[in-house]
């Protein structure tokens, strides 16, 4: 091979109709490939060569079809009667019960279920995928359902990490949010917030808000490909949300179906009238009911206000430190804040290349490679504040040894933090797996946690794994582990995956701090939360759904 030799990274959208169309991340044409120091640095690291980068494994490429893969769910268990009620329900052309639907729709985006459909392993599918134009609709449904007591599985923009969207073994059908029940209904300006329908993707919300000269302030790393309702039932942050809260903080109402009937919640900013309901449905990722409509709060944007800032700090101890006097100093919070460890610091000034003088330059000032953390952030709202609040910031920073570094690396990471999950099929090309797993944890447990977590990750032989802080509160942050290794098997990576959340466990972090729960948690909720607080939620489950048919299996079986 030659020094200048590139991978034949996939520059094709995947055919329809075939598993690759099912697992590729995000837009069907575009694509961002490892860049020539991700490459080097994957050779090294793993002891590959060029010659390991020459044949693709299994790529996905095969057209759905469960009868050649003689799956036992290939004929629908629903009566011929249950579908021609549900077709006359949505009309025909919102009942799909084609092979390629019932599989995709069944799908998202964890790193097991990209490995089984590159082999052709499916799991449970629904035997009906069901497109609802509106709530009422969705109402039908769901009364049919349980009169008939057939399971319902929920399906917004399909990009769970967290095996949310894959129907139990009892089958039933899928409902999909974002193919009609997608609009933006109304904006409050005298009260700041919008109402938006639940399948709204967050892009589209975004944009919307934008053209009125307001922001929703959710930003996560799937902003262009998960929808309004998935933030709020699976309790997502979004990269901003040390300034504007999580999804949690965002909703100030919502209305959902379940089988014992239709609410909506009340949009007051505050009440004293016992335990919020509100509340309770947040994160429920549809064991309750359907979330159809949510009203949120949006704030008025300000792009031009925005003050950037970065910095290095000579420790992992210092960056923490620091990060929690900013929190805790009462200054008022930045918007992007985020600090990397020594290895995730590494790694990613190798990858973009830093210039050998200023690398010099901060040895000199005690910042030493493997030791040091960068830090990278944003300070959004008035101008004043941003202003004020980034000087605060600075002096922080300084008092813990870090060094300015201008706002250049936070501009520079902003330009592609939407895009570096779309690397996770070429990698997977070449049999190497990309994945993250995120715990919150307390200031004083987050050592604790951060060492024992990487001790175990690093234990596998030919394992990177960066981390990483993004999430900031007063009482404590979150961790978020991103680990890359040579593998390519399915029981293997399981195996590997549920060792880290063991050790997430048994080290003090919580099973999420942001993906929700969904089926690859679940077994572990009842360890988490302990038996007091499951039996509480066993007991709203069996009020709002007595006949289990509410994605049953996620969190709890009844």
Known sequence: MTATFIPDWTEKAPKEGSFRSIFKYGAPNKFKHPSH???????????????????????????????????????PSLYPTQITTLKTIVGEDNIALDDYSRVKYAYGKTAEEMMELRIAIVREVPDAVVHPRNKLEVQKIVEYCNQEKIPLYLFGGGSSVTLGCRPGPRRGITLVMATHMNKLLSINETNQTATVQAGMLGSAY???LNKRNYSGGHFPQSFECATVGGWVVTLGSGQASTYYGDAYDLVLSQEYVTPVGTFRTLDYPA?????????????????????????MKIFRSSPANHRRFSFMFPSWEAAVDSSREVMQAGIGRPAIFRISDPEETDRGLKLYGIPSFLDKFMQWKGLLPMKRCLCLGSAEGEADFNQLLKSKIKKIARQHGALYLSEYPTKKWEKTRYQEPYMREDLGDYGIVIDTL??????????????????????????????????????????????ITPMSDPEEYRKFQRGIIESIHQHGGSLSHHHGIGRMLAPWSEKHLGKEQMAILRTLKQHFDPNNIMNPGVFYEL
């Not at 990722?285 to 009203?295: A, F, H, K, R």
Request: charged residues 25%.
């Open 271 to 295: 009440t004293a009238t016992g335990p919020k309901v509100n509340d309770i449905m947040k994160g429920s990722e549809g064991t309750y009911g359907v979330l159809v409509e949510v009203t």
């Open 37 to 75: 120091g991700w490459y080097k640095m994957l050779k090294d690291d793993f002891a590959l060569t060029d010659a390991d980068f020459t044949t693709k494994h299994a790529e996905g490429l095969e057209q759905v079809s469960l009868e050649k893969l003689k799956h036992p769910q290939t004929l």
């Open 438 to 483: 995120e715990a919150a944890v307390t200031w004083d447990n987050l050592h604790k946690l951060h060492q024992g977590v990487r001790t175990f990750i690093k234990s596998r032989a030919r394992t990177m794994c960066m981390t990483h802080a993004s999430h900031f509160y007063p009482q404590g942050t979150n961790l978020y582990f991103i680990f």
């Open 206 to 208: 975004e944009e919307c």
